[in-house]
Antibody, heavy 124, light 112 residues
Framework: QVQLQESGPGLVKPSQTLSLTCTVS??????????WSWICQHPGKGLEWIGY???????YYNPSLKSRVTISVDTSKNQFSLKLSSVTAADTAVYYC????????????????WGQGTLVTVSS | QSVLTQPPSVSGAPGQRVTISCTGS?????????VHWYQHLPGTAPKLLIY???NRPSGVPDRFSGSRSGTSASLAISGLQPEDEADYYC????????????FGTGTRVTVL
């Protein structure tokens, strides 16, 4: 059973960089075949996909966040990370990491395992 | 602002059938991109309910079923149970503006 766990500061000051790490257990990122995504949920709002990375470090970001997002992977630790720069109060959200997959070439990705989520508040 | 629209809420008595619609456009569902569905209880990890429009992961009861037609998709819950009270989200891909995975606006299901 794959499990994911987010970790990182729960409070970030405006204009600073939000940094979170997702630790994967029960499966190896380096085995390939999957993508690893970050998704957020702003207070009282729906879910928003942020971006994904694969085991080789290839990334794909939501165009609306692309200029501020960096996702990286550390296969030796079985972790992947999110950095979101120049944050404002609008970036306050619960951030989830998830395993991202597609059943066929060109198929639409979906998220089959999720972490519990971690609340990040942007405030001075 | 999501490009996939869902009703804010639906409700039903235990045992009843409810359906949740997910309305998109020609740049997402109408373009043939698959639709997936998630159940989310606040404070917990979202759970995959339906993938590839109609498929249930192992362990998901067959009370949950999905369909897709044209620019819309639907999730049906038959034999509604108290534990089904949760938020439900559809998800697909949108090819406009460089492309992105997108979620629906979400629907709160209330069991009366």
């Amino acid at each position: 059973q794959v499990q994911l766990q987010e970790s990182g500061p729960g409070l970030v000051k405006p204009s600073q960089t939000l940094s979170l790490t997702c630790t994967v257990s029960g499966g190896s990122i380096s085995s390939g075949g999957y993508y690893w995504s970050w998704i957020c949920q702003h207070p009282g709002k729906g879910l928003e996909w942020i971006g994904y990375i694969d085991y080789s470090g290839s990334t794909y970001y939501n165009p609306s966040l692309k200029s501020r997002v960096t996702i990286s992977v550390d296969t030796s630790k079985n972790q992947f990370s999110l950095k979101l720069s120049s944050v404002t109060a609008a970036d306050t959200a619960v951030y989830y990491c998830a395993r991202d997959r597609s059943d066929r070439s060109g198929g639409t990705h979906y998220f089959d395992y999720w972490g519990q989520g971690t609340l990040v508040t942007v405030s001075s | 602002q999501s490009v996939l629209t869902q009703p804010p809420s639906v409700s039903g008595a235990p045992g009843q059938r409810v359906t949740i619609s997910c309305t998109g456009s020609s740049s997402n569902i109408g373009a043939g991109y698959d639709v997936h569905w998630y159940q989310h209880l606040p404070g917990t990890a979202p759970k995959l309910l339906i993938y590839g429009n109609i498929n249930r992961p192992s362990g998901v009861p067959d009370r949950f079923s999905g369909s897709r037609s044209g620019t819309s998709a639907s999730l049906a819950i038959s034999g509604l149970q108290p534990e089904d009270e949760a938020d439900y989200y559809c998800q697909s891909f949108d090819s406009s503006l460089s492309g992105s995975y997108v979620f629906g606006t979400g629907t709160r299901v209330t069991v009366l």
